[in-house]
């Protein structure tokens, strides 16, 4: 299961999908809501569960002994981080791209830690699409900042793929994000893999998600800027492949 961060939606693990599909892997890439093709308003979407709904429902829909390896990148890591808080028996391993991996209890500041992995506010574009008078709805990277902090390393054709695909993301719904739920979260093994000339999860921040929450494993791809699916697509293949069959042999 692969999960796409904040703007993206299911496209953006093309490579990854055709190379693991090849090694004989079956592969889901699905869309938050308001992401990809998903046809919701973002200014609609209050709520973190609201937003994580199709990746819940599909968890909630596998059958009984089945697990799954759940892959997040960038703002997906919240969402694989509330789904081993409530189907933590179905999941094999937890891997964090560059992705946000903190485990938030109900009474976190989540807007403390979202802002954290924001890095700097003016790189962002808010949309008030309920007036200039209510809190933001959207909320996106500039236009003009894309190539700098996002595929800074990443071929020219797949910064314009993702130029002309990229969605504002609901930015309350991240606001509200906790995690509930009775699972052991720590009883599910974690992966992080850390990007090395990334322009957006800075150096200093993913160390520091590392050292509060450590995982079992930690990779790192020197070569890749904020999206490994797009600049480095064989390395992170290679180590999504080892991390998987590391649970065939372990």
């Known amino acids: 299961m692969l999960v796409h961060g904040a703007g993206h939606g299911g496209w953006c693990w093309y490579k990854i999908r055709t190379l693991l599909e090849a090694a004989g892997h079956k592969v889901t890439c699905l869309d938050l809501k308001c992401s990809g093709i998903d046809p919701t308003d973002f200014n609609t979407v209050f709520t973190f569960a609201d937003y994580n709904q199709p990746l819940t429902s599909f968890m909630s829909s596998l059958p009984p002994n089945h697990k799954v390896i759940v892959v997040g990148h960038s703002a997906g890591g919240k969402s694989v981080t509330d789904v081993i808080h409530k189907f933590a028996d179905k999941v094999h391993i937890a891997?964090?791209?560059?992705?946000?991996?903190?485990?938030?209890?109900?009474?976190?500041?989540?807007?403390?830690?979202?802002?954290?992995?924001?890095?700097?506010?003016?790189?962002?574009?808010?949309?008030?699409?309920?007036?200039?008078?209510?809190?933001?709805?959207?909320?996106?990277?500039?236009?003009?900042?894309?190539?700098?902090?996002?595929?800074?390393?990443?071929?020219?054709?797949?910064?314009?793929?993702?130029?002309?695909?990229?969605?504002?993301?609901?930015?309350?719904?991240?606001?509200?994000?906790?995690?509930?739920g009775s699972c052991d979260v720590n009883s599910v093994p974690r992966v992080f893999i850390r990007t090395m000339k990334d322009n957006l999860f800075k150096q200093e921040n993913q160390e520091k998600m590392i050292k509060q929450w450590p995982p079992s494993k930690?990779?790192?791809?020197?070569?890749?800027?904020?999206?490994?699916?797009?600049?480095?697509?064989?390395v992170l293949f290679a180590l999504l492949l080892e991390v998987a069959n590391s649970i065939k042999n372990p």
């Open 95 to 180: 891997i964090y791209v560059a992705a946000f991996m903190i485990n938030i209890g109900n009474s976190a500041s989540t807007n403390e830690h979202l802002s954290k992995q924001l890095g700097d506010a003016n790189a962002y574009e808010l949309i008030y699409g309920l007036g200039l008078d209510q809190p933001p709805t959207g909320i996106i990277v500039k236009p003009e900042l894309r190539r700098q902090l996002l595929y800074n390393e990443s071929p020219v054709e797949d910064f314009t793929l993702a130029s002309m695909l990229l969605r504002p993301s609901p930015v309350r719904a991240f606001m509200d994000v906790t995690q509930e």
């Open 218 to 234: 930690v990779f790192a791809i020197h070569e890749s800027d904020h999206c490994p699916f797009f600049s480095t697509p064989d």
